[in-house]
């Protein structure tokens, strides 16, 4: 595991543990700014290692399908970013 995975993963067990006291002041009835605020918290983490996936990918696979002369892996890269970027940005 690369560090970049292991801060990553850092991120996502953050964000579980959030989840969880998320779910549990939903349960609790807490007061609902409350709520938001361990949400937003959440999403914060979530996107924090989504983004540390995509910089990782981008230096690591992307560069070597881009340094090769493959074009069509490439292109099928490209996409695979493209996809991505778009699904993030909803």
């Known amino acids: 595991m690369t560090i970049k995975h292991a801060d990553t ?3 996502f067990k953050k ?19 409350d709520i938001m605020q361990q949400n937003l918290a ?14 990782g990918h981008l230096n690591s696979c992307f560069k070597n399908a881009m340094n ?7 292109q099928e890269m490209i996409l695979e970013i493209l996809k991505v970027s778009k699904m993030a940005n909803k």
């Open 9 to 11: 993963l850092v991120n």
């Open 15 to 33: 964000a579980k543990s959030h989840l969880e006291k998320v779910i549990q002041m939903v349960e609790g009835d807490r007061y609902c700014i």
């Open 42 to 55: 959440v999403i914060g983490l979530l996107k924090s290692a989504h983004q540390m996936l995509m910089e």
């Open 68 to 74: 090769t002369n493959n074009e069509k892996r490439k």
